[in-house]
């Protein structure tokens, strides 16, 4: 946390666009690169993120942002800030709606100093813990057997999405020319069909075509 309150500090984060922040600490230089997420300090809630950054007051441990998630709820009553410097201004508290915590507030009146946070979701950098997205990748040594497998990108789920979608096109087209040709065709029933063929038969046992002479057949 106390990464984060010097950056805010000495360089204004400005989003995730501010790359190379630094700070000294613990005898080595880090820096923020990527988005951060800001989540509940006792537990663990997501609260917000950088991307949604408006300014910040370090000397007071407040940063503001733009827009919050529905975890983060404006108390109903109103107060009065009595803390020097900032006298009169009258603000809501923010709770984590999942334990109930208070975690910052929301100005609606402030001291020319303070106009900057005024009505945006100021998060008290005490009260939420913080993490960079891509540092796992950052700490991972350089590989050097070529570039990183590439992942499944939006712009391939959607060239496959218009493939399934031309393929079932085509097919629903052809089994909607299978039925017209189906339409087309003469009915027939299994019980008409079945009298045709008798027909057939009795007309080729006709007695006049095929006589039988039954004075020879019995000797007469």
């Known amino acids: 946390m106390d990464r984060l309150r010097g950056e805010f500090a000495e360089n204004g984060y400005d989003g995730v666009d501010n790359a190379g922040i630094r700070e000294s600490g613990n005898g080595t230089d880090e820096s923020i690169n990527g ?18 950054y408006v300014a910040s007051i370090p000397e007071r441990n407040l940063f503001a942002l733009h827009a919050v998630p529905d ?5 109903k009553a109103r107060k009065m800030s009595t803390a020097r410097g900032e006298e009169d201004s009258v603000y809501y508290e923010l709770i984590c709606t999942e334990c109930d915590s208070v975690v910052g ?19 008290d950098i005490e ?17 050097t057997e070529g570039p990183p497998p ?27 020319r299978l039925e017209q040709t189906m339409a087309r065709l003469p009915a027939t029933s299994p019980r008409s069909a079945q009298q045709s063929s008798r027909k057939r038969v009795s007309q080729g046992l006709n007695p006049e075509i095929y006589h039988i002479d039954s004075t020879k057949r019995f000797g007469r």
């Open 35 to 52: 988005p951060v997420i800001f989540s509940c300090a006792k537990c663990r809630t997501i609260l917000g993120d950088t991307f949604a």
């Open 71 to 75: 975890s983060v709820a404006c108390s």
């Open 150 to 176: 590439e992942f499944y990108t939006s712009v391939a789920f959607h060239d496959d999405l218009v493939m399934v979608k031309n393929n079932v096109t085509a097919i629903a087209a052809k089994l909607q």
């Open 105 to 123: 507030r929301r100005y609606v009146t402030t001291v020319e100093d303070m106009d900057v946070i005024r009505n945006a979701y100021s998060l």
């Open 127 to 143: 009260k939420v813990l913080t993490y960079e997205l891509g540092k796992c990748m950052s700490n991972r040594p350089t590989s």
